[in-house]
């Protein structure tokens, strides 16, 4: 790079004049068509033509040696550096202490998982192990998939507390994958660090149809039947001036009555789901949360009281609409 087109013909037409004085040596040696004492029978090359053979011989420009390639990356650090900051962030997801927390842990260990699937799909493992490899970034790719639907489900609030978070990643197949393929490459005598989070079962705790959550003045008159004909369990609420009066379980596909309601005007809330969790008072997975637009007047007169019946489905012909209310918004029960 950086002769000029001239500079190369000056080149060509020098060594051509060494080669004819190397042609009348008295040395021998056998000559380019092997006749004796080196003469040939072709003139000596000029011009630009035999520019290239004239750079060779003196060692060429910079840019006409061959780039050597670089040695591959010894497998065993490939595998510590692509599978060592999965291992690190999925350490934090086993510490996480709030499903805001663990939501970010999870993105950080997905956001690790494919970056690691991606990296040791382009290593270079020893040939014995070629299969082995492509198993551990084929099982890196599932965990990577699996982090992210766990960290959607908290989204959509199909799993709606830390436990029920961690237990749902605890169960995840790329957890599963990921060691079994690490067990492999372990006993070529490639080994990593990888370390499974502890988490918890699901669990899918339940209360007794009708139990009281918080039982409430029972000193009335007021009768309250609640029809669950949904596909989750619930929990009734009646609110009173903002604070929880009545709040009691009932389980889908069944009926459930209170009586003894003091009067007065109450809103109801209703939030559905599976695993109550009695020590936090909400559903652990697939949580929804319902306030009904009107609330309830319960009156008591000389000769009548208040009966109400609510249905937690839809029914034709039904008058009440229900609104979708912020898990933060919704009262204790």
């Known amino acids: 790079m950086g002769v000029s087109r001239s500079a190369f013909r000056s080149a060509a037409a020098v060594v051509g004049a060494a080669l004819l004085v190397g042609g009348c040596s008295s040395a021998r040696y056998p000559g380019p068509q092997g006749l004796p004492g080196g003469r040939t029978s072709t003139p000596a090359p000029t011009g630009t033509g035999s520019a290239g053979g004239a750079l060779g011989s003196l060692g060429g420009t910079p840019s006409d040696d061959p780039t050597p390639s670089p040695l591959p990356t010894p497998y065993g650090i490939q595998l510590t550096t692509w599978v060592g900051p999965v291992n690190t ?139 669950n004909g949904g596909d989750a369990d619930a929990v009734l609420t009646l609110t009173k001036s903002g604070t929880t009066a009545y709040s009691f379980y009932v389980v889908k596909g069944k009926t459930a009555k209170v009586t003894g309601i ?44 208040s009966t109400w019946k609510v249905s937690l489905q839809p029914v034709a012909g039904g008058n009440a609409t229900t609104t979708q209310v912020p898990p933060g918004s919704f009262p204790v029960p």
């Open 262 to 305: 003091r009067d007065g005007n109450y809103d109801v809330y209703f939030t559905g789901g599976f695993d109550w969790d009695a020590g936090t008072k909400q559903f652990t997975q697939s949580c929804d949360f319902t306030k009904f637009d009107d609330g309830l007047d319960f009156t008591t007169t000389s000769s009548t009281y």
């Open 89 to 227: 962030a999925l350490g934090q997801v086993g510490k996480a202490g709030s499903l805001d927390s663990l939501s970010t842990a999870l993105g950080t260990a997905q956001q690790a998982a494919s970056a690691a699937a991606t990296g040791l799909q382009g290593a270079v493992p020893p040939d014995s192990l070629s299969d082995a490899n492509r198993k551990l970034y084929v099982a890196l790719d599932q965990l990577a998939t699996d982090l992210g639907q766990v960290q959607s489900d908290i989204t959509a609030s199909k799993v709606c507390a830390t436990s029920s978070a961690l237990a749902e990643t605890g169960g995840v197949q790329g957890l599963k994958d990921v060691p079994a393929a690490l067990q492999t490459l372990a006993a070529s005598g490639y080994t990593t660090d990888f370390a499974v989070p502890q988490t918890p079962q699901q669990q899918h705790r339940a209360l007794d149809n009708g139990a009281f959550v918080r039982e409430g003045q029972d000193d009335g008159n007021g009768e309250l039947t609640v029809e």
